[in-house]
């Protein structure tokens, strides 16, 4: 159990716990990076635009992401981007305690070994006129249970 801290809030999940941890995804990580990275290499690839007044112009870009890449969408070398002060609309510190958090990545990784992988190797973006059916009663309670997670 973690001790409680005058100075971290509780954990949003246990209600028990300091929300020690750092780095929580909102969503989990290797699908928003599947989502703005068209190769599908994962994190540090991403470009992520927020959309609100404060941080529009501001991009987040993965550290793999290539120069002629971040020249072309902003206009800036990419020695010019100061990637330790970027902020990442999908990542925020002391929402859930180490252990909570060590729970959605059970979850997490459950869902991408036995669910997504397989959808992603169908491809399924060549099948736009068919129908097509998926079988997932052996997974039925994972596939509940990250959905679950991701809201």
């Known amino acids: 159990m973690h001790f409680m801290s005058e100075s971290l809030p509780i954990c949003k999940i246990c209600k028990r716990n300091a929300a020690d941890e ?3 995804h909102l969503l989990t990580a290797w699908l928003i990076a599947s989502v703005y990275d068209e190769s599908g290499r994962n ?30 969408i902003i206009g800036k070398k990419k ?20 252990h909570c958090e060590k729970r959605f990545k059970i979850i997490e990784d459950e ?6 992988r397989k959808l992603r190797l169908e491809n399924f973006s060549i099948l736009k006129n068919k129908k097509y059916s998926i079988q997932l009663i052996d997974n039925n309670l994972i596939l509940r249970l990250f959905f ?3 809201i």
Not at 53 to 62: A, D, I, V
Not at 111 to 116: S, T
């Open 22 to 24: 750092t780095g929580s």
């Open 148 to 150: 679950y997670s991701q």
């Open 111 to 116: 869902f991408l070994n036995k669910i997504h």
């Open 43 to 72: 994190r540090d690839y991403e470009i992520i635009f927020n959309m609100n007044e404060k941080f529009f112009r501001k991009p987040y870009f993965g550290r793999n992401i290539l120069p002629d890449k971040i020249e072309d």
């Open 79 to 98: 020695e010019e981007i100061d990637f330790k002060n970027q902020k990442h609309a999908f990542v925020e510190n002391h929402i859930f305690c180490k």
